[in-house]
């Protein structure tokens, strides 16, 4: 069964150092997204991302993140300058195939970034 | 702007108990998704169901339930018979409808539940 991966598991990293995170959506689909949830609290939207443009993004995606599907297969999130707040779990996700209508969003397993 | 609420936040039962949680919604979208995700000890989230909202008939599938209604805009789920696997967080979430999907998920907090021998 198709899955969403995600690289690293775990990273740790310093304050104001640059991040990318990947992910490997499933192969046919034609949304991504990424949503982070901090220890213990819940999911939230950072920005969603199709037809190589961001289509959404919240209030929390400012100008130290950036995303991009360089290759056609893996989509990124960069964080420019890491602060100690960005400390969180990661997760991407991706939705709606070509071959029919498919809302639900599948996701990765997430990566644990850890910012010291 | 959407909201869900999930006013539980741990629950405990014993093994073979059945258990309900439950999710109230608002949004001012006429259309729109409903979902709930597990998300176990070892951190994925795991989708379980997505409903649209012209569509209020209850779903089972296996031990598991839910019973959504508009009149009250809630979106409960039911293990039933639960069994210690079950325990993990769960979450309710909500998106609007764009044509040819992307939405965000808009998560509530999650109930903790916890199954014990």
């Known amino acids: 069964e198709p899955e969403v991966t995600q690289t690293p598991s775990h990273q740790v990293t310093q304050m104001g150092q640059e991040v990318i995170l990947r992910c490997v959506p499933i192969s046919n689909h034609l949304y991504f997204y990424w949503y982070r949830q901090i220890l213990g609290q819940k999911v939230e939207f950072l920005v969603s991302f199709y037809n190589n443009e961001i289509s959404e993004k919240s209030e929390i995606f400012d100008d130290q993140f950036s995303v991009e599907r360089p290759d056609g297969s893996n989509f990124t999130l960069k964080i420019r300058s890491t602060k100690l707040e960005d400390s969180a779990m990661y997760f991407c996700?991706?939705?709606?195939?070509?071959?029919?209508?498919?809302?639900?969003?599948?996701f990765g397993p997430g990566t644990r970034l850890t910012v010291t | 702007a959407q909201k869900v609420t999930q006013a539980q936040t741990e629950i405990s039962v014993v093994e073979k108990e059945d258990v309900t949680l439950d999710c109230v919604y608002e949004t001012r979208d006429t259309t729109y998704y409903l979902f709930w995700y597990k998300q176990p000890p070892s951190g994925e989230l795991v989708f379980l169901i997505r409903r649209n909202s012209f569509d209020e008939q209850n779903e089972i599938s296996g031990r598991y339930s839910w019973n959504f209604q508009k009149s009250t805009s809630s979106f409960n789920f039911t293990i039933t018979a639960s069994q210690v696997v079950d325990s993990a967080v769960y979450f309710c979430?909500?998106?609007?409808?764009?044509?040819?999907?992307?939405?965000?998920?808009?998560f509530g907090t999650g109930t903790q539940l916890k199954v014990e021998l």
């Open positions: 979430a909500l998106s609007g409808v764009l044509t040819g999907g992307g939405n965000k998920l808009t």
């Open positions: 996700a991706s939705s709606a195939s070509r071959t029919g209508r498919s809302y639900e969003q599948y």
